[in-house]
């Protein structure tokens, strides 16, 4: 940096944000406020994807970091002007790629209180309230999901990193029954653990394998039936040297493994299971899907996001593990500086150490929903799953999945360019879906993963499709 740069900016020094009192600027939260109200009234009657314009426009921000501080309210305007535009309308009903999972008003507010606090809660001594709320969201949630009583959680910023715990914990117990200590002794000479698990097992499962050193192409994939549902008969003598890895919602499919049955080989066997229940863990949250995760309280540890189908704001995601102390001597970390409170630290569970009140978020979501709410909330979504399911195959497309939760494949049955029509689809802004393959073959997956869809967005995300279609043929 010049001399004459760096005097320009020292020289500036007294009007930067900075040595002033954090109280309350009317000004600033107001027009935050304004612009979040202007965006939600908005968001459910726009577009879904944003117009090639609104995405042009993001070319805004491409500049070089201002030497001087921008005047007040200016950072807010440019990002309004030219940021809420260029979003896509996950918060809208007609949002249905990947697993988004839609916001709830009450949990968006909540966050916005929370967020004023800036807890860190690494440690109880740096945040009592975000410490105690961590502790009753692990309470009401292993209550809510049926799992073992004495199941400890850890608030991560999804499922991936829920994944990288819990198989962390997994591969300690699996070395130390062998006698090792992976945290001192590594992986260097180490015993080897058998990984077996569901063939359609998510990308992160993998990926968490690759992580810790246990290697993908170790990973034995069980066979499936044409649901995504491990089979049985595919299941070879497991031993206390097994992990095995099982899915309750696939990410296609939606499909579950038979959870009870693989539990209780794994527990006759003493071998670690783990449920990957990213979205479809919430099943068990209600009497009308709770049948799907039967037996899901015999595994060792879950990984599930409280992002997609409870619709908490992003980023939450929770570790679960059967055994605390397994979690906490995994995970262990210390230093002469950290401060152990008497209560619960948060940290001890998780990979991180600084992190967001995240407990604090999902205990205002569950809050507001009540264990009534998130039943409702569960029904909901899958209730306007199996309507889209019911039209389309009424406009002639083929849905080759059962539809047991909330998600939903789609193919054509005449031949016609899936990949053209998913393109016509996305171009139009009516909705939004991805693709995918299933069984070798390419489909559209829609994931319906908003309380705010209504029976009028998915009759209009049908027509979107059959339109769509009609354009295809006739070019
Ligand atoms: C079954 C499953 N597992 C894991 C993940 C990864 O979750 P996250 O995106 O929260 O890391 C997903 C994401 O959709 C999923 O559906």
């Known amino acids: 940096m010049t001399t004459k740069r760096r005097n320009s900016i020292l020289g500036h020094a007294a009007h930067t944000p900075v040595g002033r009192s954090m109280g309350y600027d009317e000004a600033l939260f107001s027009l935050a406020h304004e612009y979040a109200a202007e965006y939600m009234e908005a968001v459910s009657g726009r577009r879904v994807t944003p117009a090639p314009e609104d995405v042009e426009a993001l070319r805004n921000f491409d500049e070089p970091i201002p030497d001087e501080p921008a005047k007040p309210l200016e950072t807010l305007r440019k990002l309004h002007r030219f940021g809420s535009p260029g979003t896509m309308a996950q918060t809208g009903g007609r949002y249905f790629g990947f697993v988004?999972?839609?916001?709830?008003?009450e949990a968006l507010a909540s966050r916005w209180l929370i967020d004023s606090w800036d807890q860190n809660t690494a440690l109880e001594v740096m945040s009592p309230v975000g410490s105690r709320l961590e502790q009753v969201s692990q309470k009401w949630f292993v209550d809510l999901l049926g799992l073992p009583r004495q199941t400890v959680a850890g608030f991560t910023n999804g499922t991936s990193a829920a994944l990288l715990c819990c198989l962390t914990a997994a591969r300690h117990a699996l070395l130390e029954r062998q006698g090792w200590d992976v945290s001192a002794q590594g992986l260097h000479g180490a015993p080897r653990i058998r990984v077996l698990g569901n063939r359609h097992s998510h990308a992160a499962v993998l990926r968490a394998l690759q992580v810790l050193g246990l290697g993908t192409n170790h990973f034995e994939p069980l066979q499936t039936d044409d649901q995504g549902r491990i089979?049985?008969?595919a299941l070879p003598q497991l031993d206390e040297n097994t992990l095995l890895l099982t899915q309750a919602g696939d990410v296609n499919s939606g499909s579950f493994?038979?959870?009870?049955?693989?539990?209780e080989r794994a527990q006759e066997a003493n071998a670690w299971m783990h449920v990957d229940g990213a979205f479809g863990l919430w099943a068990a949250a209600s009497r009308n899907t709770c049948h799907l995760t039967d037996g899901v309280e015999l595994a060792n540890?879950?990984?599930?996001?409280?992002?997609k189908t409870l619709n908490g704001p992003y980023e939450c995601g929770i570790a679960l593990c059967r055994e605390r102390d397994v979690l906490v001597k995994a995970l262990k970390t210390d230093a002469s500086y950290f401060t152990s409170g008497e209560k619960r630290d948060g940290m001890a569970f998780t990979l991180d150490m600084s992190r967001r009140a995240r407990g604090a978020e999902l205990w205002a979501t569950l809050h507001t929903l009540g264990r009534s709410g998130v039943e409702a909330l569960v029904d909901h979504l899958c209730g306007m799953a199996r309507r889209l399911s019911r039209t389309l195959r009424e406009l002639g497309f083929v849905v080759p999945n059962d539809v047991v939760f909330n998600q939903v494949m789609v193919k054509t049955s005449d031949g016609s360019d899936l990949g053209a029509i998913m393109g016509e689809l996305q171009r139009s802004g009516e909705c939004w879906c991805g693709g995918s393959r299933?069984?070798?073959?390419?489909?559209?997956r829609v994931s319906i993963c908003s309380h705010a869809t209504t029976e009028a967005d998915i009759d209009r995300a049908a027509a979107a499709f059959d339109a769509?279609?009609?354009r295809v043929v006739e070019s």
């Open 100 to 105: 988004n999972g839609g916001l709830l008003p």
């Open 231 to 233: 089979l049985l008969s």
């Open 257 to 263: 493994d038979p959870l009870r049955e693989l539990g």
């Open 301 to 307: 540890s879950w990984s599930v996001d409280a992002h």
């Open 438 to 444: 299933w069984l070798g073959e390419p489909v559209i």
């Open 468 to 470: 769509a279609r009609r």
